[in-house]
C-alpha cells in the first residue's frame, strides 16, 4: 500500500513540476528579455509585474477557436501537439532532483532511455508540418528533422562522453560519481550538449524552423488555440528538461556546498541558470541559415565531440 | 622389343597427333614453310600422320603376337586420385588392329587432301582438326579407363562437327548440328551408365572390372548391369550406328568432304562397335546376355533397311546421292558387325571385328573414289552422273571404273577379298549362338542375313552397271573429258586395295591377333 | 523485478500525460466557439489563395543528412555498451583502442560525406 | 514477465510485416514493413536473452547487431527507391517491368526495343 | 565481436594472422574510400589498380594459413565454440572469393570511365571483405553480420549505373527480395537461440538433440527458417525469381561477381548452417535440400533452354538462369551430407572453384562482346569466331566446362563428382535428374557454342580494340580452366576429404 502511495505521490509531484516549472520559465523570458532590451514587459495581468500574464495566455488560448484546414490530414494535425509534448513529460520523470532516490523513477539506462525519448518529440513537429498540407509547414517541418538528425548526433555523443567517465548509464549513478573537476573536463562535452539541446528545441540561434520571415511559422503556421499552446508548452518544457539534464550530465546535479539535504536546491538553482542562459542567447544571437546550421553541426560539434570522447576515454584510463 | 619401349610408342601415338594439332597453329619453322603457308600446313599434316602411322606399325612389330589375349605396352599413372581415374593405356589384339587402321587412313586422308584440299576455310585449321581427330581416335582404342574412354569418345566429335560444317558441301551446318546433337546426346547416356559402373564397382579400370566380372560378377548386380548396359549400348549403338538410332549418318555423310566421309565411315562408326566388345561384352556379362537378342534384331533389321535404302536410291530417277547411297549401305554393313557381337560367341565377335576392319578399308577406298568421281562430275547424284544409259566410267576413265568396281565388288562381300570373312563369321556366330540364347531366333536372324547380302550384291551391281556402263558419247549430251585416276590417288588408294586383298587372302593374320583377346574377353568359353 | 517495476512507472507516466492531454482537449471541445466558414479552413499562404497542392514536392537535399545520421547514430549505439565498462578492470588501453579505431570509422565516413560536398549547400 | 508476452507480440508484428512485403505494392512501404520484421526479430532476442538469463548475452548482442543492419539496410534502400523515382517517376514495385521477360508477340518485342534504346539513351 | 559478448575480465587477444584476409580486404577498402577523396579525376584509375593490389596482398595472406586450424574468438568458458575459424574449408572460399574479387577487378577496369570509380571500388571490397568472412564464421550472429557485409554493398553496385533505368530497377527488385529474405532467416536465428539458448555452431550442434520436447518444433522451425536468407543468395529455387533480372540490370562485372562470389556466400553460409550447427536434425534438411538441389536445377535449365536468343540482353539472362542451374548443382552434395556419415561439401567447393574460374570467363567474353553490342543477344554472338577468334574460343572452352562435355574436363568430372556423391548418399533419384538436367543443359550450351562458330550473316561490326583488363581476365580465366582441365585433381581432392 505504500509503494502505492509513494508511486502516485511522485507522479504527481513530476506532473507539478512538468506544468509549474515551464511556466516560470515563460514568465522569466519574458521580463528577462523585456528588460535586456530596455523595457518593461507584462506589467498588468496579476498586478504584481505581470505575473498572471501566461495564465491569461492560457485562458485566451483555450477559448479560441480550433481551425483544422480543409486539406490537412486530420487526425495526425490534431495528435500532432500531443506528441511534441508527452516525451518531455516523460523524461522529467527520470531526472535525479537531489540524492538518495529523490527522483520521479530511476531507470538503469537512464541516458539512453532520456536520449531515445527526447528523439520522440521531433516527431510531433514532422506530423504538424505534413499534415498540414501547407508548404510552409512543410519546409518546416523538414527543417524541423534535418536540424533534430543533425544536433542529435553530437548530443549523444556528448552524453557517452559522461557515461564514459561515470561508467554507468543511470542518471543518479552519474552524479553519484561526479567530481569537482569533472567540469573543466567535460567542458567541451557541456558545450556541444548544450548547443545541440538548443537547436533541437529549436531556441534562437538555431530557430530557422520556424523562422517568420522566410516560412511565418513553420510546422505550426496552421495551429490555433489549445493545439497552438502545447507547441509552446513543449517548448518551455523542453528548456527545463534540456537545462536539468545538463545539469545532472556536466554540473554535478545536486552536489554542492553544505549538506545533501538542500541537494536539490542546488539541482534547481543550476537549471534555473542555465534556463536564464537559454533566454540570454535568444535575446544575444541573430538567427543562423539554414545550411550554417547544418555545417555547424556536422563539422565543429561532431569532430569536437569524437575529440571528447577520445579524451575521456584516455584520461579515464590513464587515471586508473 | 622391350615393353618400355611399347609402352612409350603407344603413349606417343596418342599424343604425337595431339601436339601436331598444336603444331599446326603455330606458324611454320623458317626452314619448312613450302611455296606458301597453306603448302607448309599441309606437309605439316601428312608428316605427323605419317610419323604416327610408322609408329604404329613399329607398334605392331614390336607387339607380342604370341600372346595377343594379354595387355601390353600398359601405362597406369594415377591422374584423379579424388574420382579414381587413371591415365591407363594399353594395348591388345582387339585393338592394335583398329590402331593400324586408324592411323592408316587418316594419314591417306592427309596425303589425299595435300593434293586435294577440300574447299573452305584456311587449311591451317583443317590440319589441326585433321590431327585432333586421329589423337582422339587412336585415344578411343588405347586407353583402358572408363572415364578415359568417354573423353576420348567425346574428343573426336568436335574436330569432326568442324570438318562437316566448314569444309563439307551444300546443307553442312544443319548436317553437322545434327550429327553432334545426335551423338552428344548418345554419349551422355552412356556416361552415365559408365558413371553406374565405376561408382558401383568402385574402380573405372576396365581391365579390373573385366577380370572382376568374369569371376562371377562379384561386384555388379544384375539390374545394375542391365542399366549400365543399356545406357552405354543405347550411347553406342547410336555411334554404330544400329537401326533406328542411324538416322543422322546420311546427313553426316552426304554433306561432309571426302576426307571426312572416309574417317567417319572408316574409323569413327568403329568406335561404337569397339565399345561393345571391349565394355558391354566383358564388363557386363550378364546383361549382355539379356539384351543380345533384341541387339541381333535391330542388327538385321538394319541389314535389310540399309539394302532396301540402297536399292532405292539406286534406282533410276530417285535422285540418289552415290555419297548418301554408300552411308546407308554402311548401316546395313554394321548390322552385320553388331549381330556377330550379338551371338556372344567367339566366332561371330571375331566376325564382327574382322568385318569392322574390312568396312574401314572398303568404305573408305569406295568414299574416297565416289569423292573423286564428284571432283570430276561436280555432283555425285547418280541420276545426273548417269544420264539415260550410265556414266560410261569404263569407257571415259577405266582405271578409275575398275577401281571402283572392285571396291563394290569387295563391299559386297565376294570371297577372297575381305568382305567376305567377316560378313560370314558372323552368320556362322549367329548361326550357332552361346549357350542359352534362343536358337530359333537367331536361325531367323541368320537367315534374314544371309538375305541381307543378295541384296547388298542387287544394289551394288546396279550401282557398278550405272556409273561405269553405257554409250561413251550420246549426240545429245557432249560429256566432259574425264581425267583418270591420277598419282597421287594412286599413292592414297593402293594401301587400300593391297589390304583388302591381303585380308580376304590371309584372313589368319587378323583372326590371330584377334581370337585369343575375343576369347578372353568372352571369359574364356 | 526492479527492472519491469521502473518501466512500468514509466508507462503509468505515458497513460497519465495521455489523460492529461485528452482532458485538456475535451475541456477545450467545451470552452470554444466552432463557427467555421471556408475562408478558415483554407490553406494560409501569407494571405493569398494557396497555390497548388500543399504536399510539394521540396528539395531532397535533408534526405542526404538523414542518412549520415542514421548512420552514425545507429553506429553509436555501439558506444553506449562499451563506454560503461571500458574502463573496469582487465580492459584499459586495448579496448580504447578498438573505441578509436571505431571512432575512426565514424570520421572516415564523416571525412567522405565533407569532401564530398553533402555539407555545401551552393 | 511471462515470455508469452513478448513473443505473441513479435510474431503479430512479424507477420503484419510479412503481410505488408507481400501486398504492399510501394516500395517504402515494403521497406517499412521488413523494418517490422526485423524490430520483431529484435523483440524476440531481447525477450529470449533475459529468458534465458544468458551470461553471454547473445540475444542482446545479436540485437545491436540487426539494429545495425537495419539501420543500413535502410539507408542503402531508401537510397535505391530515390533513384527509381527519379528514373521513372513512381516508386510502384509492380509498374517495374522493364526487365521482365517478354513472351509476347511482335508488338511487345517493339517496345522491349524502344525501352532498351531509351536506356542507352539516358546511360 | 565476442570480445563484448565475453563476461571474462581479460581481453582477448586476437589471432591477427588468422583474420587477415577478411580484414586486409576491408582496410583496404577504407583506403580506397579515402584516396578516391583526395586525388584527381584524371588519377582515378590508380583506385582500380590498388584494389587489385589489396586483392593479391589478401590472397597471400592466406599462405600462412595454410598449415592448419586457427582459431580466434573463441569463449573463455568453453575454448571448443569460436566464432572465427580459419581452416581448410575457410580457407578455400576465401581464396574462391579474393579469386573471383580479382576476376571482377580486372572485368571492372574498363567501365571506370562510366561508374563512379572510387564507390565503386569501396563498395566491392567491402562485399568481398564480408564474403571472405562468412566462411570463416562460426556463430550466427557473425554470420549473419557477414552476410549483411556480404550483400548490402551489392545492392548500390547493381544499381550504380544511376540514370539508367534497368540498374535501378534490378536494385530494387534484389534489395527488396533479399531484405525479406534476411528477415525470416534472422525471425529462424532467434527462434534457434531461443531452444539451445546459444549462437555458436558448435553449440548448437551440441545442445539441440537435448532440446526441451516443447521447444523441438521452435527449434526445427528456426533450423528452416534460417535457411532461406542463405538459400536466397545461393539462388535456389523458389528464392530465385531476382536472377534474371538482377543480372541483366546490373553491370556485367557485378553480375559475374554475383554469379560466382554470391553464390559462394550462399552455399558457404548454408552449408556452415546445415552441417555444422544443425548436423543432428539432417533428417530434416537433408530431404530439404535435396527438393531444393532438384527443384533448382530444374527450373534455372529449363528457363535456360526457353530463352529466345533475339530477346534483348539474351546472353546475360541466359547465363544468369543457367547459374541457377549449376547452384542446384552445388546444393547436391551437401543434400548428400545428410544422407551419409561423412559429410560431402569438399564435393560442392570442388565445383564451385571450378564454376567460378569458367563463368567468370564467360562473363568475361559477354563483356567484351557488349562493347560492340549494348543490347548482349545471343544472336550477336553470330560468328563471333571470324572477328574475334582467341575470344570466341574461350568462351567455347568456358560453355563446354560449364556444360561438362570435353575438352571441358574439369567441367565433366566436377559433374561426376557432384553425381557420385549423390549416388554414395543414395539419392539415386537426385542422381538421375541431375543426369537429365545436364542433358537439358547441354542443348542450350551447345547451341551457343555452335552460334559461334557459324559464319556471320552480313557485315558483322569491326572489332574494336580490347581493353588490356579485360584480355587478362579471360587470359587468366582460360588459363585455369586449361589447367584444371589437365590436372582435375588440383581441385578434386578436396572432394575426397573432409574440409571441416
Not at chain 1, 486539406?71 to 511534441?84: E, G
Not at chain 2, 590371309?506 to 578372353?520: E, N, S
Not at chain 3, 507516466?13 to 485528452?22: P, S, W
Not at chain 5, 556423391?421 to 542422381?431: H, I, N, P, T, Y
Request: net charge neutral; aromatic share 10%; glycine share 10%.
Amino acid at each position: 500500500m505504500n509503494d502505492v502511495l509513494d508511486v502516485i505521490l511522485r507522479l504527481l509531484a513530476v506532473l507539478v513540476a512538468f506544468l509549474v516549472l515551464p511556466l516560470a520559465v515563460g514568465q522569466t523570458e519574458h521580463k528577462v528579455m523585456a528588460h535586456m532590451q530596455g523595457r518593461l514587459g507584462p506589467m498588468y495581468a496579476g498586478g504584481f509585474h505581470g505575473w498572471a500574464q501566461l495564465v491569461a495566455d492560457g485562458v485566451k488560448f483555450a477559448q479560441k477557436e480550433d481551425i483544422v484546414p480543409a486539406d490537412a490530414d486530420r487526425k495526425v494535425f490534431q495528435i500532432a501537439p500531443a506528441v511534441a509534448l508527452l516525451p518531455y513529460l516523460l523524461v522529467l520523470i527520470v531526472i535525479p532532483v537531489g540524492p538518495h532516490g529523490f527522483v520521479g523513477q530511476a531507470i538503469d539506462a537512464g541516458l539512453f532511455f532520456v536520449l531515445a525519448v527526447l528523439g520522440v518529440g521531433v516527431l510531433g513537429s514532422l506530423m504538424a508540418g505534413w499534415a498540414s498540407a501547407n508548404k510552409y509547414s512543410l519546409l518546416g517541418g523538414l527543417r524541423t528533422g534535418a536540424q533534430l538528425m543533425a544536433y542529435e548526433l553530437p548530443m549523444v555523443l556528448a552524453a557517452a562522453s559522461v557515461a564514459m567517465a561515470a561508467g554507468t548509464l543511470s542518471l543518479p549513478g552519474i552524479v553519484q560519481a561526479y567530481q569537482w573537476w569533472w567540469t573543466p573536463w567535460q567542458i567541451v562535452g557541456a558545450f556541444i550538449f548544450f548547443t545541440a539541446g538548443l537547436a533541437e528545441l529549436q531556441r534562437p540561434p538555431f530557430d530557422m524552423p520556424v523562422a517568420d520571415s522566410e516560412i511565418i511559422f513553420g510546422a505550426y503556421t496552421e495551429y490555433t488555440g489549445l493545439r497552438f499552446a502545447f507547441f509552446l508548452l513543449a517548448e518551455y518544457a523542453g528548456i527545463v528538461v534540456l537545462c536539468a539534464l545538463t545539469t545532472v550530465l556536466f554540473l554535478g546535479g545536486w552536489h554542492g556546498p553544505w549538506s545533501d539535504s538542500i541537494g536539490w536546491l542546488w539541482t534547481l538553482l543550476k537549471t534555473a541558470v542555465l534556463a536564464f542562459v537559454v533566454i540570454w542567447l535568444r535575446v544575444t544571437y541573430p538567427r543562423l541559415r539554414e545550411d550554417q546550421l547544418q555545417k555547424f553541426a556536422w563539422t565543429v560539434l561532431i569532430p569536437l565531440s569524437l575529440l571528447q570522447i577520445a579524451l575521456t576515454g584516455v584520461v579515464k584510463v590513464v587515471i586508473q | 622389343m622391350n615393353d618400355t619401349v611399347l609402352q612409350y610408342l603407344l603413349v606417343a601415338v596418342v599424343l604425337l597427333p595431339l601436339l601436331g594439332a598444336g603444331g599446326a597453329l603455330l606458324p611454320a619453322p623458317p626452314g619448312l614453310k613450302g611455296k606458301n603457308p597453306d603448302q607448309a600446313v599441309l606437309r605439316h599434316g601428312v608428316t605427323i600422320t605419317g610419323a604416327v602411322l610408322a609408329l604404329t606399325i613399329a607398334l605392331a612389330a614390336g607387339f607380342d603376337h604370341g600372346h595377343p589375349a594379354k595387355m601390353q605396352a600398359s601405362t597406369d599413372i594415377s591422374w584423379i586420385p579424388a574420382l579414381g581415374i587413371r591415365i591407363h593405356l594399353g594395348i591388345d589384339g582387339i585393338s592394335l588392329p583398329l590402331l593400324v587402321l586408324t592411323a592408316l587412313l587418316t594419314f591417306l586422308c592427309a596425303l589425299y587432301s595435300y593434293f586435294k584440299m577440300p574447299e573452305g576455310p584456311s587449311p591451317k585449321a583443317f590440319v589441326a582438326l585433321l590431327l585432333l581427330l586421329e589423337s582422339g581416335t587412336l585415344a578411343t582404342f588405347a586407353v583402358l579407363d572408363l572415364m578415359l574412354f568417354f573423353l576420348a569418345f567425346e574428343m573426336v566429335l568436335i574436330p569432326m562437327y568442324f570438318l562437316i560444317a566448314r569444309w563439307g558441301g551444300a546443307g553442312r551446318e544443319r548436317s553437322a548440328l545434327r550429327f553432334i546433337l545426335y551423338t552428344l546426346l548418345g554419349s551422355v547416356i552412356m556416361l552415365l551408365g559408365l558413371l553406374l559402373i565405376g561408382l558401383k564397382a568402385g574402380t573405372f579400370d576396365m581391365v579390373a572390372l573385366a577380370t572382376d566380372s568374369s569371376h562371377a560378377g562379384r561386384h555388379l548386380s544384375h539390374t545394375t548391369q542391365l542399366i549400365a548396359a543399356l545406357a552405354i549400348g543405347l550411347g553406342l549403338a547410336i555411334k554404330a550406328p544400329m537401326w533406328p538410332l542411324h538416322s543422322w549418318l546420311p546427313d553426316a555423310h552426304t554433306s561432309a568432304p571426302t576426307v571426312g566421309s572416309v574417317l567417319l565411315a572408316g574409323v569413327l562408326l568403329k568406335m561404337g562397335t569397339y565399345g561393345f566388345v571391349r565394355i558391354v561384352l566383358p564388363i557386363t556379362p550378364g546383361a549382355a546376355h539379356t539384351y543380345a537378342p533384341y541387339l541381333a534384331a535391330f542388327a538385321v533389321i538394319g541389314i535389310i533397311y540399309g539394302s532396301l535404302a540402297c536399292l532405292a536410291l539406286a534406282r533410276g530417277g530417285s535422285g540418289g546421292d552415290l555419297k548418301r547411297l554408300i552411308a546407308y549401305s554402311s548401316v546395313g554393313h554394321m548390322g552385320f558387325v553388331l549381330l556377330g557381337i550379338a551371338s556372344l560367341t567367339p566366332t561371330g565377335v571375331n566376325g564382327a571385328l574382322f568385318a569392322n576392319i574390312a568396312h574401314g578399308l572398303i568404305t573408305g577406298l569406295l568414299f574416297f573414289l565416289v569423292g573423286a568421281l564428284k571432283d570430276r562430275y561436280g555432283t555425285s547424284d547418280l541420276d545426273t552422273l548417269a544420264g539415260h544409259t550410265g556414266a560410261a566410267l569404263y569407257g571415259k576413265a577405266p582405271r578409275l571404273g575398275g577401281l571402283l568396281a572392285f571396291a563394290a565388288v569387295a563391299s559386297l562381300g565376294l570371297p577372297g577379298l575381305a568382305g567376305f570373312w567377316g560378313e560370314m563369321l558372323a552368320m556362322f556366330g549367329a548361326f550357332k549362338p552361346a549357350a542359352g540364347l534362343h536358337r530359333g531366333a537367331y536361325l531367323t536372324f541368320t537367315a534374314i542375313a544371309a538375305f541381307g547380302t543378295l541384296l547388298t550384291a542387287a544394289y551394288l551391281l546396279v550401282v557398278v552397271r550405272r556409273v561405269n556402263m553405257g554409250e561413251r558419247e550420246t549426240a545429245d549430251a557432249p560429256q566432259p573429258v574425264l581425267a583418270d585416276i591420277q598419282t597421287y590417288e594412286f599413292a592414297a588408294w593402293t594401301p587400300l586395295v593391297a589390304l583388302t586383298v591381303l585380308a580376304g587372302l590371309w584372313p589368319a593374320v587378323l583372326l590371330g591377333l584377334t581370337d585369343p583377346a575375343v576369347r578372353t574377353l568372352l571369359g574364356g568359353n | 523485478m526492479d527492472y519491469f517495476h521502473g518501466y512500468s512507472v514509466v508507462g503509468l507516466v505515458a497513460v497519465v500525460g495521455v489523460l492529461f492531454v485528452a482532458v485538456a482537449f475535451g475541456a477545450g471541445r467545451l470552452l470554444r466557439p466552432v463557427v467555421p466558414t471556408p475562408e478558415k479552413l483554407l490553406t494560409y499562404e501569407c494571405g493569398v489563395d494557396p497555390v497548388g497542392e500543399g504536399w510539394a514536392h521540396t528539395q531532397i537535399r535533408y534526405y542526404v543528412y538523414s542518412f549520415l545520421y542514421v548512420v552514425f547514430a545507429v553506429d553509436s549505439i555501439f558506444l553506449f555498451p562499451w563506454a560503461t565498462v571500458f574502463a573496469a578492470k582487465g580492459y584499459g588501453g586495448a579496448t580504447l583502442v578498438e573505441m578509436f579505431v571505431f571512432l575512426g570509422f565514424l570520421a572516415v565516413g564523416l571525412l567522405y560525406a565533407w569532401k564530398k560536398g553533402v555539407l555545401e549547400w551552393t | 514477465m511471462h515470455l508469452a508476452y513478448p513473443a505473441v507480440l513479435a510474431a503479430l508484428l512479424f507477420s503484419i510485416g510479412l503481410y505488408g512485403v507481400l501486398a504492399r505494392r510501394n516500395a517504402i512501404l515494403v521497406l517499412m514493413s521488413v523494418e517490422l520484421m526485423l524490430n520483431a526479430v529484435n523483440l524476440n532476442l531481447v525477450a529470449f536473452d533475459v529468458w534465458l538469463r544468458d551470461k553471454l548475452h547473445s540475444g542482446q548482442a545479436l540485437t545491436l547487431f540487426v539494429i545495425v543492419i537495419a539501420a543500413a539496410e535502410i539507408g542503402i534502400g531508401l537510397a535505391i527507391v530515390l533513384l527509381v523515382y527519379r528514373n521513372r517517376g513512381t516508386a510502384d514495385v509492380d509498374k517495374l517491368t522493364d526487365l521482365a521477360e517478354r513472351t509476347g508477340g511482335p508488338g511487345r518485342e517493339d517496345q522491349a526495343e524502344e525501352a532498351e534504346k531509351k536506356a542507352e539513351a539516358a546511360a | 565481436m565476442s570480445t563484448l559478448a565475453a563476461s571474462g575480465s581479460v581481453i582477448q587477444s586476437v589471432d591477427w594472422i588468422a583474420i587477415a584476409p577478411p580484414t586486409i580486404t576491408a582496410v583496404v577498402a577504407l583506403v580506397v574510400l579515402v584516396a578516391d577523396l583526395f586525388l584527381s579525376d584524371r588519377r582515378k584509375p590508380l583506385l582500380g589498380r590498388l584494389t587489385i593490389g589489396g586483392l593479391l596482398l589478401a590472397g597471400l595472406s592466406l599462405l600462412p594459413l595454410t598449415d592448419g586450424d586457427h582459431t580466434t574468438f573463441c569463449l573463455t568458458t568453453s575454448p571448443r565454440d569460436c566464432s572465427y575459424v580459419a581452416d581448410h574449408f575457410t580457407l578455400v572460399i576465401q581464396l574462391l572469393v579474393i579469386g573471383g574479387a580479382l576476376l571482377t577487378a580486372l572485368l571492372s577496369m574498363h567501365t571506370m570511365d562510366e561508374l563512379p570509380a572510387g564507390e565503386y571500388w569501396f563498395l566491392l571490397l567491402s562485399a568481398v571483405a564480408g564474403a571472405a568472412l562468412l566462411p570463416a564464421s562460426r556463430d550466427l550472429a557473425t554470420l549473419v553480420v557477414a552476410l549483411e557485409v556480404a550483400t548490402l554493398p551489392t545492392f548500390a553496385l547493381v544499381g550504380i549505373r544511376r540514370g539508367d533505368r534497368l540498374s535501378s530497377e534490378a536494385a530494387l527488385k534484389f534489395f527488396l527480395s533479399s531484405v525479406a529474405a534476411t528477415a525470416v532467416t534472422l525471425l529462424g536465428v532467434s527462434f534457434v537461440y531461443a531452444a539451445t539458448g546459444t549462437l555458436h555452431l558448435t553449440a548448437i550442434a551440441h545442445a539441440l538433440p537435448g532440446v526441451d520436447p516443447q521447444l523441438t518444433t521452435l527449434a526445427k522451425a528456426g533450423a528452416a527458417l534460417t535457411l532461406v536468407g542463405f538459400a536466397f543468395k545461393l539462388a535456389a529455387a523458389p528464392f530465385h525469381f531476382w536472377v534474371p533480372d538482377t543480372y541483366v540490370g546490373a553491370p556485367l562485372p557485378i553480375a559475374a561477381y554475383l554469379s560466382v562470389v554470391g553464390k559462394a556466400v550462399g552455399f558457404s553460409g548454408l552449408i556452415l548452417v546445415t552441417v555444422v550447427a544443425f548436423k543432428p536434425y539432417d533428417a530434416i534438411w537433408g530431404p530439404a535440400a535435396a527438393a531444393l538441389a532438384a527443384l533448382t536445377m530444374t527450373v534455372g535449365n529449363v528457363a535456360a533452354l526457353r530463352e529466345r536468343p533475339d530477346a534483348p540482353h539474351s546472353a546475360v539472362r541466359l547465363l544468369a538462369w543457367s547459374s541457377i542451374g549449376q547452384a542446384g548443382y552445388l546444393l547436391v552434395p551437401i543434400a548428400a551430407s545428410a544422407y551419409s556419415t561423412t559429410d560431402h561439401i569438399g564435393t560442392t567447393v570442388a565445383y564451385a572453384l571450378m564454376y567460378a574460374a569458367v563463368n567468370l570467363g564467360a562473363f568475361a567474353v559477354a563483356a567484351l562482346v557488349s562493347r560492340t553490342y549494348k543490347a548482349n543477344r545471343l544472336t550477336d554472338y553470330r560468328g563471333l569466331y571470324t572477328t574475334r577468334p582467341l575470344a570466341a574460343l574461350s568462351l567455347a572452352f568456358f560453355l563446354l566446362c560449364l556444360a561438362g562435355l570435353p575438352p571441358g574436363i574439369i567441367g565433366l568430372f566436377a559433374k561426376v563428382a557432384v553425381f557420385s556423391s549423390a549416388v554414395d548418399a543414395g539419392l539415386g533419384w537426385l542422381a538421375v535428374l541431375m543426369a537429365v538436367n545436364v542433358v537439358i543443359a547441354l542443348v542450350y550450351y551447345l547451341r551457343w557454342t555452335a552460334l559461334l562458330f557459324v559464319r556471320p550473316e552480313g557485315e558483322s561490326a569491326p572489332a574494336t580494340r580490347t581493353p588490356a583488363p579485360l584480355t587478362a581476365a579471360i587470359a587468366v580465366a582460360a588459363a585455369l580452366a586449361v589447367a584444371l582441365s589437365g590436372a582435375p585433381q588440383l581441385v578434386l581432392r578436396f572432394a575426397a576429404a573432409s574440409l571441416l
